[in-house]
């Protein structure tokens, strides 16, 4: 849906690149060492911040995302913000893990798996301006522009269901990182195994959103044209799984979320689990929008009796 926040792109480019600076700033300073004067007032936090690093994240946060990006979107009144920040506040995550002054001198897993962090947020970074067509706050998430319409009081709802949600699933997803940066295990066979892995669903993921685009465009130009849509997505890794870009993803952050159990930190892969459990939700919600469509419903009801819903497998006979 089309977003009051587009009609400035100039605007929103600057408050991509400035709205997470508070963070930063306080990252620095806190973890610093708290030097006296202008810094001064955050010195009660510095034993929280060296000592209790999960709860410094979920601090910062709380403060500069759940409650920032809310405020900026009853300014804008439009969520577009989150949607870019999914792929980059993992990595900002991760970072602060790894230069924390109590972490593990940094080793080859750390290596591995921030190397695996980037690709992953750069394939999605692209994926995001490919889909919006490179502007920023054209539009909202179609599930928040849903909500907005259907709520009279989505001003105050949106704090809950956009923002305040957003931070177990992505302080969830980074804690195989903070188990990697403060709990030192040899590195061995299933390191790389895990990367490996890891590695295979970011490949999967964008062979899967490739083709999802490569579709979108084509129906564009066949209505260009004056031709009829193709209705179904079903050739490719489509033809395989109804959901294969959800699958690479979740192979991607399963696959990270084992070197928390290597390092003897198992308990970590809760946020991993909760963000499958929100995604199985979602992919609910995608598939009851996909029947919406009654000259689709016939031929997607037939596509969903052949196809795996999200592990690729060979279709079954109709």
């Not at 080793?107 to 695996?116: E, F």
């Not at 999802?212 to 004056?226: C, D, I, K, S, T």
């Amino acid at each position: 849906m089309e977003s009051p926040g587009g009609s400035r792109p100039w605007s929103n480019a600057a408050l991509l690149v400035t709205v997470m600076l508070p963070s930063v700033w306080a990252s620095v300073t806190l973890l610093g060492g708290c030097p006296a004067g202008d810094a001064g007032l955050l010195v009660p936090l510095c034993p929280m911040a060296l000592e209790q690093p999960i709860v410094f994240v979920n601090l910062l946060f709380f403060l500069n995302v759940t409650l920032g990006f809310w405020l900026i979107n009853l300014v804008q009144r439009s969520t577009w913000l989150i949607d870019p920040y999914w792929t980059i506040l993992p990595l900002m995550i991760g970072h602060l893990y790894l230069a924390h002054p109590r972490a593990i001198e940094a080793g080859p897993r750390a290596y591995l798996a921030m190397g695996l962090l980037w690709l992953w947020s750069l394939r999605l970074t692209y994926n995001y301006f490919r889909r919006e067509r490179w502007q920023l706050g054209a539009r909202e998430d179609w599930r928040f522009a849903k909500k907005r319409q259907e709520s009279p009081h989505f001003w105050w709802v949106s704090f809950f269901y956009a923002f305040l949600s957003q931070q177990p699933m992505l302080v969830g997803l980074t804690l195989p990182l903070w188990a990697i940066a403060f709990h030192p295990a040899p590195f061995g066979l299933l390191d790389g195994i895990c990367g490996a892995l890891a590695l295979t669903g970011i490949v999967i993921a964008h062979l899967a959103d490739t083709q999802l685009h490569a579709y979108m465009q084509e129906n564009e130009a066949r209505v260009a044209r004056g031709e009829p849509k193709e209705r179904l997505l079903d050739h490719g890794l489509w033809r395989y799984s109804r959901h294969p870009n959800y699958f690479g993803e979740q192979l991607f952050w399963w696959s990270l979320a084992g070197y928390g159990a290597i390092v003897g930190q198992a308990w970590v892969v809760v946020g991993t689990a909760l963000n499958s459990t929100v995604l199985a939700v979602v992919t609910v919600m995608v598939e009851k929008r996909m029947l919406a469509v009654p000259e689709r419903r016939e031929i997607y009801e037939a596509y969903r009796r052949r196809t795996s819903v999200l592990i690729p497998w060979p279709p079954r006979a109709s």
